[in-house]
Each structure stands twice: as C-alpha cells, then as structure tokens.
C-alpha cells in the first residue's frame, strides 16, 4: 500500500470516529515525534555485569516461571 493510500484511509476512518476519547487517543499516537536517528543505548559496565549475571542463573536453571512465580505470591498472600 502506497503512503498516499494510507493517508486516505486513515483521514477517512478519523473522519468517521464520533468518539472523542478515541480521538484524543488517535492524536496522542500521532502526535508522537518519531527520531530520524537512532541512537544507540550503551550499558554502563556495571549493567552488562548484571546482565551476564542474569544470563549464567538462566543457563543454570535459577530461575522461575510464571506459574511457579504465581504460586509463590499466592503463599506469600496467604500469609
């Protein structure tokens, strides 16, 4: 689809919204500046040291799943 197509169909819903909430949420999402260069994120040494700690629990299976983290909130909960 070609960008004047989009813009078409986009003015055309918005055109047919009777919503204001809705609207408002329309421009929000549009009004949003979008960068023209990225910028790359760079970790501090002591995050990637967090990380590779994150990596080697996984590899070594010190980890929860979400059942079992569920479960364990559960209990905490009960008391």
């Not at 204001?20 to 329309?26: K, P, T």
């Amino acid at each position: 689809m070609q960008t004047a197509e989009l813009k078409l169909m986009l003015i055309d819903k918005i055109n047919k919204i009777d919503d204001d909430r809705l609207l408002m949420e329309a421009f929000r999402l549009i009004d949003i500046e979008i960068p023209f260069e990225e910028k790359v994120f760079e970790f501090s040494d002591s995050q990637v040291t967090k990380i590779k700690q994150a990596i080697q629990q996984i590899q070594n299976g010190e980890y929860l799943t979400s059942e079992d983290a569920n479960m364990e909130i559960d209990q905490w909960l009960k008391g």
